[in-house]
């Protein structure tokens, strides 16, 4: 699976926009990128995730660029609730995959008030 | 309510002692994860099921034995071999069908040996 690049930790203003990079340069194209989070002491929560496409749920907005090597989350309205370190995965979900998430360590998103 | 649940919440050992910690999912899904976490890190594969009576190692599987009997449960026994036993595991399961969809994870048990 492809290795996925993110900055350590970032601040984002309650009720502002949360920009969060991922880079995966060597992603194949059979890899989606998946985005978790994971709150102090719960397990990871699933957020979004793409191919190609840019998309969009209740949750946050996921875009790809072009040549899908890197992506950004949004949060278009951070609340204190949404601080998490926060995990952008390369995933290939074919079944002849192992199917595992390799997760790094991820964005620590800090929302201030 | 559909989930994943593991239990105990905390859990404490002596050192030497096999422990073995629940995890259920009622999502009918075919496949099953154990993942280990350490303090700062992320998420390590220990084993995985994609279907009744059968499992792989994953990345971190010494010291770790697990069992598949029926869908609903995929119980992970620390046995007194694994050398660091005191983590943050996390059980996770997933659909298994043309494609392998999103895993979602249970709370988490913390095991701690004394």
């Known amino acids: 699976d492809a290795k996925t690049t993110q900055p350590p930790s970032m601040d984002c203003a309650e009720g502002r926009a949360a920009n969060l990079p991922c880079n995966h340069s060597?992603?194949?194209?059979?890899?989606?990128v998946y985005w978790y989070r994971q709150i102090h002491s719960q397990g990871p929560q699933y957020i979004i995730h793409?191919?190609?496409n840019n998309e969009t749920n209740e949750m946050a907005s996921l875009i790809i660029t072009e040549d899908r090597k890197s992506s950004t989350l949004i949060l278009p309205h951070a609340t204190l609730r949404d601080t998490a370190v926060y995990y952008c995965i390369a995933l290939d979900r074919r079944r002849g995959s192992q199917g595992n998430l390799i997760f790094g360590k991820g964005t620590k998103l800090s929302v201030k008030p | 309510d559909g989930g994943i649940t593991q239990s105990p919440k905390y859990l404490f050992r002596k050192e030497g002692q096999n422990v073995t910690l629940s995890c259920e999912q009622n999502l009918n899904h075919d496949a099953m994860y154990w993942y280990r976490q350490d303090p700062g890190q992320g998420l390590r594969l220990i084993y995985y099921s994609q279907i009744v009576n059968d499992f792989q190692k994953g990345d971190i599987a010494e010291g770790y034995s697990v069992s598949r009997e029926k869908k609903e449960s995929f119980p992970l026994t620390v046995t007194s071999a694994q050398k660091n036993p005191t983590a943050f595991y996390l059980c996770?399961?997933?659909?298994?069908?043309?494609?392998?969809?999103?895993?979602?994870f249970g709370p988490g048990t913390r095991l701690t040996v004394l």
């Open positions: 060597t992603i194949s194209g059979n890899e989606y």
């Open positions: 996770a399961s997933s659909r298994w069908e043309q494609e392998i969809s999103e895993q979602f």
């Open positions: 793409g191919l190609k």
